[in-house]
DNA sequence: GTGGTCTAGACCACC
DNA sequence: GTGGTCTAGACCACA
């Protein structure tokens, strides 16, 4: 799976990171149980520091994505995702209101702000042949 | 229009200001041409710094949603609002992929999604004319 | 309030310094809604460094002992702490366990173990007074 | 005897193992005098590493648990455990300590900890002779 | 001045 | 070899 940082964004490195880990999982290139290569080596191949390897790790174990395993390292959690709470749905409100408030002063329709949605939804849809 | 600040959020207070601006303005609270508080008198009204009301209202201007005549004082952009050119499609998408790798995970689907946006929009085409 | 660090100890400095904290909170020393010390301040003072202590600080957050207020600064929780949960005492009990078993194995009686146990909550129920 | 591990969890393995044989003596499982596998049987019936299970023995015989012969193999300690002297009486307090402080801010009563304890007590005082 | 992020290098516990 | 901890110094966003 291939990884690209921005190192000039403003989006701190290791929220990139955890944000395209998370996509590898949606899109079935990452699956449950697979093995994530170690700090150390990711944080080499990427030319970022391994601390900021391990934040982004870190964070991803904290939200239930990846299990840190005593012998086989890092793995993708197996034993499915953390299920989408109340919590999660108002915290997903509070993300998207401001962004469609601007869209909405911006002149677009709702029907294009969702097709824009449905378009990224595809993305992570074609599961059956990877 | 009421403000409402959480100042405990790890959203800055300046860009929670901006975003609240640009809802009230989307669900039309606000009109063009409509006069803004002051720099000073919002910040004490809002118990905030002058710098934090300042940033917010210049990051307004730069977007093309407000201008701060020297005189008149601040007042929302009366001449339309900036469209949506490819540069801020391109944004928006880039904002939305990562939700919506984090909600394809956690087991949304596309229809849960869009329907959640689409009760957001509604909020908004409750004004009739505009 | 006094904070007292073993930099000898295997228990990790940060979580020494988090255990005082909550200790402070339990025995009444640290009411809700006062002001820590910022993380360099606390961080000069103990002589240690500043990410030792924004590490305690960002579990005490994560855990709900804390906020971390935009103006405020770092405060005790003031709107009530976390509730003791299933999935809290799950992990006490889980914690007590092989505790109590080598007490067992050590001649110790139910008695003797809980009277400990009476003795340490003494020390933090004097909040009346203070 | 039956031990389970958690590779998972961040306790070690070592731990987990040496907890859990203190544990099987506490309940009379495992019985003074008694053999136990060797360091080379255990690891391969558990499928963790040699070393691990060394460090686990070699803690229990420090500890006092057990006895490691260099032909009778390794033995449950026949000749009586190790009597709780001042200095694991304050080990005891200083673990125990952090634990209660904390269920105090979580609003625990002392009655309620010390019923949890007792229960966990039941459990090892299930053996009748012993 | 605050906390947040990133880098770099070191040591240790664990396996 | 792995991840966990600690230190140190730098820059930036925020208020």
Same mark, same amino acid.
């Given at each position: ?27 079935? $290139? ?24 391990? @934040? ?8 239930? +994505? ?14 499915? +995702? ?40 595809? $993305?992570? $849809?074609?599961?059956?042949? @990877?």
């Amino acid at each position: 799976m291939l990884i690209h940082l921005d190192l000039e964004a403003s989006d701190p490195i290791y929220n990139q990171l955890k944000n395209q880990i998370i996509a590898g999982i949606a899109k079935g $290139e990452l699956v449950p149980g697979e093995r994530l290569p170690s700090v150390r080596a990711l944080a080499q191949d990427l030319g970022i520091n391994l601390h900021t390897v391990n @934040k982004a790790y870190q964070q991803l174990k904290q939200d239930g +994505f990846i299990l840190i395993h005593r012998q086989k390292g890092v793995v993708v959690q197996p034993d499915g +995702f953390p299920e989408a709470d109340e919590e999660y749905w108002q915290g997903l409100q509070k993300t998207l209101h401001p962004l469609i408030a601007e869209a909405v002063c911006r002149g677009i329709k709702r029907e294009e702000f969702v097709d824009l949605c449905s378009e990224i939804f595809k $993305e992570f $849809e074609k599961q059956g042949g @990877k």
